[in-house]
């Protein structure tokens, strides 16, 4: 077992999702020299997914590839290493989780203390919430009637307090997905509940890490200068106890860490970067700075911190009818057109027949002939493709309503337009619609808890005073007109973007290549004038686009709010988290001086 420097701290994250490669925490283990290990298995729908899991099997509602395929392998190495981990794969049932682990740590001769961080699971108390005046905090929505999960996101505290007394493994449950990597921050290096600062700066490591090889390379704007995908790097967070973060990976691993590739990452599925909102403080990204120290190494600065609200985000979810989706290719000429005909039958046929049925007509529906550039709305380039998958998707009250629409679709490759081929995946198949619902609840009245063994204590929040955002200097744009001196130029030559999800609201953080881009990004990149360009992506009038200004980054964040037809497998759009959506607002024309152009390059 290795000394630990207690002012030098090694995370490495081997994990953004509940299916993520399980090589990452091999590479993490053997060559990060690593200190803590964290793993992020939890989506916001992934809790109704578990809590649907344990409804079969009372044994079940955690991530058995945590257990079965990562920690049993790797248990004699992590133990002869002295590498602490800390996960959120217990899902919504932690207690199974760890009790899963504890029986492979026993087989293996081992001694490893296991700690369970709970608390987040509120349906026990679901009758006491139902008497309360609770409404969606982002759009007013009432309590829903029946409920599959309902989680409070919890903070850092309980994990430090579970490492303070003893554990090697911690469990959690729903917790802020930064606070796997702050936790372990606290206990080494003693942090002071109130160093806000510190605190924010620690947050700010766990969420660059939080999604793997996400900040790595992976999802990168230019992914033609990222080599070695077949290998790549897992990120490391090198912290020490003044706050500073290098952020870097494994040697010898694919991937690249420089500015940019973090920059994405930091801007990723944010809001308000003045106020990112976190149990244990609110963290303030606007003056965030990221330098190139080394190869594969950058070291981040910068981060602000104030008191936390006093408030945690609880998350549930509810059932709301079914849904289907099913998905054939057409080839030939006028693959676009024959494709729009012929899904637009199959749904006429199916709509006339549930109505001689006395059945009601569909919730909602949706055409996508993917390949012809059909998400890209009124902005599509290729208007005909010899080549489309024609994607049917709907929602309905009832269950056997769109088991009927599932079995209309092969009739499709024999009674309408030549050159359909089999359905994709078979036959589809008919799932319940889940909706996220979030709200707020006072920190009274969450209590997270850890137990080792038989002790348990609780770990709740200290209350904070509010305390206001303070104002950042906002520069203006460069406003331009159209003349022999200027050229109009796609966005992606002159930022990078990324794009995320949060429900039903997406972001596309756009950072500038260069610093002088900016006051003509500031001027084109107008709430307005991204609003419309993407309008079809938007809910009418239910939708809005925001945009903060990160000028550490010479950065911008865009939110769009109810802009993923419901967010998550509510939605039946294909894309239903915004990851493209990036992708679509780089193709956005801009118009710059031609003298912004770099020497050599034409429009």
Known sequence: MKEKDKEHLRIGCA????GDTNTAAYQLVRHGDIDYLVFDY????????????????PRLGYATDFIDRVMTPLLPEIAERGIKVISNAGGIHPRACADALQERIDAAGLTLKIAVVDGDDLMPDLAQWRQRDIHEMFDAR?????????????????????????ADIVITGRIVDSALTLGPLLHEFNWASDDYDRLAAGALAGHLIECGAQCTGGNFTDWESIPGYENMGFPIAECRADGQVIICKPDKTGGRVTVHTVAEQLVYEIGDPASYLLPDVICDLRAVTLTQVDSDRVLVQGARGRAPSGQYKVCATYRDGYRVSASFMLAGREARAKGQRSAEAILKKVRHVLTTRGAPDFDETLIELLGSEWTYGPHGQQQDSREVIVRISARHRLREALLFLAS????????MAPGITGIVGGRPKVAPVIRLYSFLADAADIHPRYSIGTLTQSSDLAASPKVATPPIPMLTGASIAASADTVSVPLIRLALA?????????NIGVIARQPDYLPYLRAA????????????????????????????????????ENALGGGGIASLRADPQGK??????????????RSLLPSGESA
Request: aromatic share 8%; net charge negative; no cysteine.
């Open 15 to 18: 994990a953004a999702f509940w």
């Open 525 to 560: 990149l107008s709430e307005a004038a991204v609003t419309a360009y993407l309008q079809h992506l938007l809910d009418g009038a239910h939708s809005r686009v925001t945009r903060y200004e990160l000028p550490g980054l010479h950065a911008f964040n865009f939110l769009l």
């Open 42 to 57: 939890l989506a916001e729908i992934t809790m109704s997914i578990l809590a649907q899991a344990r409804a079969k099997d």
């Open 498 to 506: 990324r794009s995320g999800d949060k429900g039903n609201h997406s």
């Open 408 to 415: 209309e679709i092969a009739q499709a490759a024999t009674g």
């Open 580 to 593: 493209a959506y990036a992708q679509q607002l780089l193709d956005m024309p801009i118009l710059i001086p």
């Open 142 to 166: 009432p309590f829903p009637d029946e409920l599959t999960s309902m989680n409070a996101y919890l903070g850092a505290t309980p994990v430090r307090d579970a490492l303070d007394a003893g």
